[in-house]
């Protein structure tokens, strides 16, 4: 059953902590991304990786990192200098442009 | 920069009404454009695409666009809603085609009343 994985579906965290969301993919895109989505923003780009070892940073980088060791696996790293962390995180993988999604991870920090 | 509208937050329909959803984008170049639905709860799903060729897009579930490149839009329409409908619905942009990354628009909140 091919898809995108991402877990936990919540999670709460204290501020000050480093937290890493995972994302795991088995249809073999190499592409996968990082968003971000706050109720009336959209979905907002965080990282991308177009290709294992490589990864830019998209719109809103800043508090976060991202590491490409694995083609099937992208994990986010939501760091404490990300000021306002609070937020559903959705991974994606893509072939062309056409973009499949996780099920989302909601992280919420207190 | 590039972006892409969507003109409408929140639309309120009752069932059987006809919907339509604008969505408007910057730049001239090639692009690749998507409609994606995010039911309640669920994860966002690809509902129609337009790559090339046809500017009128059929979708899943009886829904279409119309690609009109020169309002450079891509609005999606239904012509009879049903409860079922109810979702966010957002539309996005690769800009440089296939090459691009997506840009999406904010969403449109659709409620259908039974």
């Known amino acids: 059953d091919g898809g995108i994985t991402q877990s936990p579906k919540y999670l709460f965290r204290k501020e000050g902590q480093n937290v890493t969301l995972s994302c795991e993919q088995n249809?073999?895109?190499?592409?996968m991304y990082w968003y971000r989505q706050d109720p009336g923003q959209g979905l907002r780009l965080i990282y991308y990786?177009?290709?294992?070892?490589?990864?830019q940073k998209g719109d809103i980088a800043e508090g976060y990192s991202v590491s490409r060791e694995k083609k099937e696996s992208f994990p986010l790293t939501v760091t404490s200098a990300q000021k306002n962390p609070t937020a559903f995180y959705l991974c994606a993988s893509s072939i062309r442009s056409e973009q499949y999604f996780g099920p989302g991870t909601r992280l919420t920090v207190t | 920069a590039q972006s892409v509208s969507q003109h409408n937050h929140h639309v309120i329909l009752s069932e059987a009404a006809s919907l339509e959803l604008g969505c408007n984008y910057s730049?001239?170049?090639?692009?690749?454009l998507f409609w994606y639905v995010q039911y309640p709860g669920q994860h966002l799903q690809l509902l129609l695409k337009?790559?090339?060729?046809?500017?009128l897009v059929k979708g899943i579930k009886g829904f279409e666009a119309e690609f009109i490149k020169s309002k450079f839009s891509f609005n999606l329409r239904k012509p009879s809603v049903q409860w079922s409908d109810t979702a966010e619905y957002f539309c996005a942009v690769a800009f440089g085609g296939s090459q691009g990354n997506l840009i999406f628009g904010k969403g449109t909140k659709l409620s259908v009343k039974p």
């Open positions: 990786s177009q290709i294992v070892n490589d990864f």
């Open positions: 249809l073999n895109h190499d592409a």
């Open positions: 730049y001239g170049g090639t692009v690749n």
């Open positions: 337009y790559f090339s060729g046809d500017p």
